[in-house]
């Protein structure tokens, strides 16, 4: 993944932060919590990948402990929000999470569009 994947992540969820201010904090603040969340999962996931392509040995369980520590970050995402309801919300949270997959998205498309 490229760092303008990573660009466009960050920039979707301050945005999408900003807007649901004026709706309630809290929705914005788990925004932001989980848009930190999910830029450390994008780095690990294509750090994994990197390995894998390459082919080194140890790939598999690189991959493997990759998938832990990414669901294990989902999970403690959402731990924090639950935990800590005053100032987090789960609708945040969940709606930080997608960003991960709409920035994917908008890179596909640009990608796409050039070639």
């Given at each position: 993944m490229s760092l303008k994947v990573y660009l466009i992540t960050a920039a979707v969820?301050?945005?999408c932060s900003g807007v649901f201010t004026l709706i309630d904090v809290k929705i914005s603040a788990g925004i932001l919590l989980s848009?930190?969340?999910s830029l450390l999962n994008m780095v690990?996931?294509?750090a994994s990948m990197k390995f894998a392509i390459q082919g080194k040995?140890?790939?598999y369980g690189i991959m493997m402990m990759s998938n832990i520590v990414r669901y294990s970050l989902l999970i403690l995402c959402?731990?924090?929000a639950y935990k800590l309801p005053q100032?987090?919300?789960l609708i945040g949270v969940a709606i930080g999470m997608s960003l991960f997959l709409i920035a994917l998205?908008?890179?596909a498309i640009e990608k796409r569009r050039k070639g």
């Open positions: 969820g301050i945005v848009t930190l969340f690990l996931l294509s040995e140890g790939a959402m731990f924090i100032y987090f919300s998205i908008i890179d």
